[in-house]
């Protein structure tokens, strides 16, 4: 089924792709796609593969039901859609598989790998034909990538990337970043130092096909704000447990408070690899009484955690610019975090939170230190500085907004002129 630029309407019908969809830390890609089709757009959503058992939240179980998830599909499918690539698109095939060789040199990935990604493309030239999908949006500009990248290639719609930090920075070369930004229709950037990285890794004559268009927070984490409980000793932590996160650096420091005799609280609320030896070090260091461990939570829960909370703390050696940031600010939570990525465009100390040196365990105690002993009144009015920052840069409808006027171009086959 040949492809044909869509004209310029008020509907578009676009297919999301992703490496995992639903994840429990990919909610912004949730919000954008409901934005999306709040405004009228028809959202077909793809992802490689399912995210396991890690799902916790009941609108990502609605999700889950409505994904497409291509590892998924039988063996027979596969076949059938590669040989028909191959008898109908040989030339365009040839290209494609040219392309996946030149991928699997430049990456640690091999030449296997990429040749997975070269029949999840021949599946998906199908699915996204049959759905009459004119322009595919991926966020992370990884393996899903490589994959949009290759339907491309084959003859199917355009493709356009959000990038959003160290998965794609820390392998720029693996990942053939400047070639998916030089042939995508546009690159969005989630922080302007995102921007500035991408703008490291691609020629200047591309640079203005790379917009920011920050991750966003929808309404009901505004609708939720509370004013910070001037009793609450309890400091909140969200996300995956990884080395990239910080949060053994995190039990030292609470190792160091509570060794004072500061009264503190630690929530750790996320799932990850490392949660065996982070609760192991919770042991070793005494920490049972004042350290929990929650493993995956829903919004729900998140929003409860975050009212409950004195602070928000996010001791991160390596980020994008995570959402919990922007969700615990628009709930009037001030935050504690590091000048890292994007964070300080977001987190201003003595304004709306408090940034340490990533790694710093002495500025962190500190940081934490003046977060508890700091009045109720006066951590409410940072929580409401940051909610109002939040609220200008990155609600979702004026996010989406602008997205939107991006894949319209792209479908409009407009985006590169």
């Known amino acids: 089924m040949p492809y044909a630029k869509a004209k310029h309407t008020e509907h578009l019908k676009i297919c999301y792709l992703t490496t995992e969809y639903p994840k429990v830390s990919h909610t912004f890609i949730r919000r954008e796609i409901l934005e999306l089709e709040r405004r009228g757009h028809e959202v077909l959503r793809v992802a490689i593969r ?12 609605r999700e889950a039901e409505r994904t497409i998830h291509c590892l998924s599909l039988s063996k027979r499918k596969f076949i059938i859609s590669i040989l028909r690539v191959m ?5 365009r095939w040839l ?29 998906l030239l199908h699915i996204l034909a049959k759905h009459g999908i004119s ?71 591309h640079w203005q096909k790379i917009h920011v268009v920050r991750c966003s927070v929808d309404g009901g984490f505004f609708e939720s704000e509370t004013s910070v409980n001037g009793s609450s000793r309890l400091l909140l932590s969200i996300g995956r447990l990884t080395a990239q996160k910080g949060q ?33 070090r919770i042991v070793t260091f005494g920490l049972q009484r004042h350290v929990t461990v929650t493993g995956w939570v829903d919004e729900a829960t998140v929003r409860m ?9 996010q001791p991160s050696f390596a980020e994008g610019l995570p959402v919990v940031i922007m969700e615990a600010l628009a709930m009037g939570r001030p935050v ?20 340490v040196t990533a790694g710093n365990v002495d500025e962190l105690v500190s940081a934490i230190r003046e977060a508890l002993d700091a009045p109720a009144a006066q951590l409410t009015s940072m929580g409401r500085a940051g909610r109002e920052r939040v609220r200008a840069r990155h609600h979702v409808t ?16 407009v985006a590169n002129s």
């Open 50 to 61: 399912n995210a396991g058992g890690a799902i916790a939240d009941d609108a990502d179980r």
């Open 135 to 205: 322009h595919t949006h991926v966020h992370f500009g990884t393996n899903a990538a490589a994959v949009a990248r290759l339907i491309d290639c084959l003859g199917g719609p355009s493709y356009s990337m959000t990038i959003h930090g160290p998965g794609e920075f820390d392998a720029p070369l693996g990942f053939s970043l400047s070639e998916k930004v030089e042939e995508a229709a546009f690159v969005v950037a989630i922080s302007n130092f995102c921007y500035s990285q991408l703008c490291r890794w691609v020629s200047p004559e």
């Open 398 to 413: 004026t996010e989406v907004e602008t997205l939107e006027t991006l894949l319209r171009a792209a479908a409009s086959g």
């Open 336 to 355: 504690i975090s590091t000048y890292v990525a994007g964070i300080p465009e977001l987190v201003r100390p003595g304004e709306n939170g408090w940034l």
């Open 305 to 313: 955690h975050l009212q409950e909370a004195r602070v928000l703390v």
């Open 95 to 123: 290209s494609a598989l040219r392309m996946t060789l030149t991928m699997s040199r430049a990456s640690e990935r091999g030449l296997l790998r990429h040749l997975a990604y070269l029949a999840e493309a021949s599946v």
């Open 248 to 280: 053994l650096l995190l039990l030292d420091a609470m190792r160091q408070l509570v060794a004072a005799g500061d009264d503190v609280r630690l929530v750790l609320a996320g799932d990850g690899k490392l949660r065996p030896m982070i609760e192991e």
């Open 87 to 91: 008898l109908t698109r040989a030339g």
